[in-house]
């Protein structure tokens, strides 16, 4: 005879589908993993998505064009960056909802059907630059684009399909580990550590089209659209309670300052070596990789070469995943990491479609991938300014956020960064369309 099971153990059992169980012993150390892993999440996740393949193509340039001269823009953005970061963290627990969802209810289905066309196609071009630099990353060890990608594709595709969220975001945590390799190629360049705090400190400025070019590029690689929307949506997703809010919050901005920390590294690593030996043309990141070698080792390349595959992975991963969500958000479709194709078949479709046209396009011969960030750089330049507005409006509103609402200093801040950064990009837009 079938047993009935009451409704609130349905309850339960819904609520902890999909959870990985841990052992019932575990050893101090497996211990603290599990509990340093349960702290760090989509704050992290988000921000170390946007030092991609092209972000750290950009940091590359600037570092070999400028040497340390950039740096002090790296402190200003991570402020910029950790207060966005933290708005759409509050916003995604205190509403239950993601920027998608929020822009379509609040300011109507047009806004929201423009917000999402931009998105899905530059996040498409960039899915392709990410899948490219991670055929070139293990092309420094030997192994052809037309392997690897297609293999990466694949377990991409599973991690986020056939997994839970859960697991799939212990996966990406561990996608930000081979970013620690470019805090030790930058300590083998050997810089001048005394230059490098100087310029921290010290703002360099100079009134060139290029420094100011890549000044604006180094911004707009930096804090880019996706980064908030899938924040949010995961945030979302992860269930977090208000009273985990300040845990939330503190992670969203730990996640971008630890990111631009790497974004720093980078800039260093080549400014102690390309900038110093009169390299200053860096065309992809695979190519300030085997530059290193002459001035700082193999070893060096070979640590530049893995922080570039968890790099391209992470993005991989989080850009498919991201558009998903806003497609579903925007259309009002069901969503979730995890979910099956008869369970959220507009989610899957999407993040399926993506990756398998991506990879697909990445291992084409003679891509010309310089073009293609070009013109993802146009639509993201676009792209930014929209949902800056609407995080900053939306993270205010007494209705939506009640006491959670930004206000005092923290939304003066909120609205001066919305100001610089929308500027910054407008100008990027203008620049690179007139092709100064």
């Not at 639509?379 to 205010?396: D, H, K, S, T």
């Amino acid at each position: 005879m079938a047993v009935r099971v009451p409704p609130f153990m349905r309850r339960v059992r819904s609520a902890t589908r999909g959870r990985p169980r841990l052992p019932a012993r575990l050893n101090p150390r497996r211990a603290r993993i599990f509990a340093l892993l349960g702290l760090l999440g989509p704050g992290l996740i988000a921000a170390n998505a946007g030092n991609d393949a092209g972000g750290i193509a950009t940091y590359s340039q600037v570092g070999a064009k400028y040497g340390y001269g950039l740096l002090w823009t790296i402190v200003l953005i991570a402020i910029s960056l950790a207060i966005v970061q933290k708005l759409a963290a509050r916003m995604g627990v205190v509403t239950g909802k993601g920027l998608a969802e929020l822009v379509r209810e609040e300011y109507g289905i047009r806004w929201s059907v423009l917000a999402t066309s931009a998105v899905v196609i530059a996040n498409f071009g960039i899915c392709i630059s990410d899948f490219v630099g991670t055929g070139a990353a293990l092309g420094l060890a030997g192994i052809p684009p037309q392997v690897s990608v297609p293999i990466a594709a694949v377990g991409i595709w599973l991690i986020i399909v056939r997994g839970s969220y859960r697991s799939a975001e212990r996966i990406f945590v561990w996608f930000t580990i081979p970013f620690f390799a470019y805090p030790i190629a930058a300590i083998l360049a050997h810089p001048h550590w005394g230059a490098v705090g100087h310029a921290i400190v010290l703002p360099h400025i100079e009134t060139g089209s290029t420094y100011l070019l890549l000044l604006i590029a180094t911004v707009g690689t930096t804090i880019t659209p996706y980064m908030q929307l899938y924040l949010q949506s995961a945030v979302v997703e992860r269930g977090v309670r208000p009273e985990g809010l300040v845990r939330e919050e503190r992670e969203a901005v730990s996640g971008a300052v630890f990111a631009c920390i790497i974004s720093g590294f980078i800039l260093i690593a080549t400014g102690a070596t390309l900038y110093t030996h009169g390299i200053h043309e860096i065309g992809t990141a695979a190519g300030a990789a085997r530059a290193l070698t002459p001035f700082a080792g193999q070893f060096a390349e070979a640590l530049f070469g893995v922080g570039l595959l968890g790099a391209s992975l992470l993005a991989c991963a989080i850009l498919p995943i991201a558009t998903s969500y806003v497609v579903s958000e925007s259309l009002g479709y069901e969503k979730g990491i995890g979910r099956r194709p008869n369970e959220a078949p507009v989610f899957v479709g999407v993040i399926t479609a993506m990756i398998a046209t991506s990879a697909i396009v990445a291992v084409i011969p003679g891509l010309p991938v310089i073009s293609l960030l070009i013109g993802v750089q146009v639509v993201n330049g676009v792209l930014l300014p929209i949902n800056l507005f609407f995080i900053w409006r939306l993270a205010r509103s007494p209705r939506l956020m009640g006491e959670r609402r930004s206000r005092g200093l923290l939304d003066a801040a909120a609205a001066v960064t919305v100001v610089v950064l929308s500027s910054l990009s407008i100008v990027l837009v203008g620049v690179t369309i007139l092709g100064l």
